[in-house]
């Protein structure tokens, strides 16, 4: 079992950056991918990006490219959302899930809000 908890949401302007972090504990990861989703009130909750654990390999929704970045750091056991040139349209509530690799996403952190103003 799985375990995650979110860090670092708040309330930015327009342009500004924000890192967030997914602290994991419990079983290794070695067999996971990670994965950032995002929940805006009203709206369906959509993918962000994600990263295999043990290889690295990293995948982005087209509205992360170019200025979201995954990475994980293999020592704190942890995941990092890099968010640039934040835009209003960026706030939501943020998610961490893990999933197997042969699997779905079904283990789910609390979540971090993440309030961009104009």
């Known amino acids: 079992q799985v375990q995650l908890v979110e860090s670092g949401g708040g309330l930015v302007q327009a342009g500004d950056s924000l890192r967030l972090s997914c602290a994991a504990s419990g079983r290794t990861l070695s067999s996971y991918a990670v994965g950032w989703f995002r929940q805006a009130p009203g709206e369906e909750r959509e993918f962000v990006a994600s990263?295999?654990?043990?290889?690295?390999?990293?995948s982005y929704a087209d509205f992360a490219k170019g200025r979201f970045t995954i990475t994980r750091d293999p020592g704190k056991k942890s995941v990092y959302l890099q968010m640039n040139s934040l835009k209003p349209e960026d706030t939501a509530l943020y998610y961490c899930a893990a999933r197997l690799l042969s699997g779905a996403y079904d283990t789910w952190g609390q979540g971090t809000q993440v309030t961009v103003s104009s």
């Open positions: 990263v295999i654990w043990r290889s690295g390999l990293t």
